[in-house]
């Protein structure tokens, strides 16, 4: 009799451990908490959703292409007016600008098939690649939001962006020198 009882208290015991252990990890599972499992950074101002945002600097000092993706949920469309660096005595560059962004659309900055292209030039002591710098994006309705962004290398998979702003095309248009009109004589 006290042999079955030992039993049945060790077969209790492992049921209580299974259902005790491994039901909840508590609120402070990754489950629970909004996270960036990548290294883009997140974050919204208003109604525009700012996804996987990276910089991209070839060196140390030089200047960063911005890599990112906006979601208009908004009915209305917006502008994305300036990027930043906190700090910066100037914004960075985007092309065209203002950014048009179209209600309930995706558009992509940086990258060959991207919608446009925006580049960070200062404060150059903080584009070094491996450190994280606040970046300050402006919207026309939406407002502001600040995002901690980390600056990668020009490596795999970000060796296609080029940290350089793009110059702007430069049409050349041949022109005719008048003809010299004959002088009469005589």
């Known amino acids: 009799m006290s042999r079955c009882r030992g039993v049945r208290a060790a077969a209790l015991g492992v049921v209580l451990a299974v259902l005790v252990s491994g039901c909840s990890g508590g609120f402070d599972t990754p489950l629970y ?13 208003g109604s525009i959703k700012i996804r996987n945002v990276v910089l ?6 030089g200047p960063a292409a911005v890599v990112a993706a906006f979601y208009n949920e908004s009915g209305q469309p917006d502008q994305l007016l300036d990027i930043a660096v906190q700090g910066a005595e100037q914004s960075g560059s985007v092309t065209p600008n203002p950014l048009e962004l179209p209600a309930g659309e995706l558009v992509n900055i940086g990258g060959t098939d991207a ?5 960070v030039t200062e404060p150059a002591d903080q584009l070094t690649p491996g450190t994280f710098v606040p970046v300050q994006l402006r919207f026309r309705d939406a407002g502001t939001a600040m995002v901690q962004v980390l600056v990668q ?4 998979p970000y060796d296609t962006i080029s940290p350089v702003p793009p110059s702007p095309a430069v049409t050349v248009t041949p022109t005719t020198a008048p003809t010299p009109e004959p002088t009469p004589t005589g």
């Open 33 to 45: 908490n909004a996270y960036s499992p990548g290294e883009g950074a997140n974050g919204e101002a």
């Open 56 to 61: 991209v600097a070839a060196e140390s000092g």
């Open 115 to 119: 919608d446009a292209q925006a580049t």
């Open 153 to 156: 290398p020009q490596a795999a």
